[in-house]
């Protein structure tokens, strides 16, 4: 299932993070590619370990634990540190279709975590670029995806993706992982899909009504059911 989050960041913060990269050194996107992904992945990086890129990271990473759309359809339990990239068209900058590693590990914090869900921050308006669609396959099917600077997609890290090559301008985005404290996809979307009824039952009966507090402890005992941490 794929999950958008609107306005993560807001277009102010999305602009001074642009100033801010855009002044910054960048490099070949292979240095933290997998040896597969490493064949079919041509863009650059913001350096993992640089300053900039963990600065921004954090600001990235408070503003989801802020985000009550994002924790109920993640349900983190480690979001590990953003990276950044862009794709120029004047490079033929793509991504070829490959799955995401299994584990990431980094070293500066010697955080260590298994990849349940892929993210993708915008940074670019869409009518910034032509072409780079990040395009997800799952069981139903292939979708693309272009969000408005500021909002972000979640995907399972084990779906078979792509970025499509950016044919004019310039994308720049976000993407990072996380593991989930549901390791189960199904039970992950189905806990999700429980609290947006809860959330709208909520804004038409109240928060004290008999029944939304019966089925938000429901929802909680299916977080305690399945959560492996
Ligand atoms: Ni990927």
Redesign the pocket.
Known sequence: MLICVPEVLSKEEVAEFRRLMDAAGWEDGRSTAGAQ?ALV?RNEQLPPDSELARKLGHRIVSALTANPRFISAAIPLRIFPPLFNRYAASDGHH?GV???NAVRGDHLTGMRIRTDL?VTLFLAEPDEYEGGELVVEDNYGSHEVKLPAGDLVLYP?SSL???TPVTSGMRVAS?FWLQSMIRDAHARSMIFDLDSAIQSLVERLGRDDPETVKLTGIYHNLIRYWADV
Do not use: E
Request: net charge neutral; aromatic share 16%; glycine share 0%.
């Open positions: 992904s992945k991504f490959h799955v995401d892929s890290a993706h792509l970025v993407f």
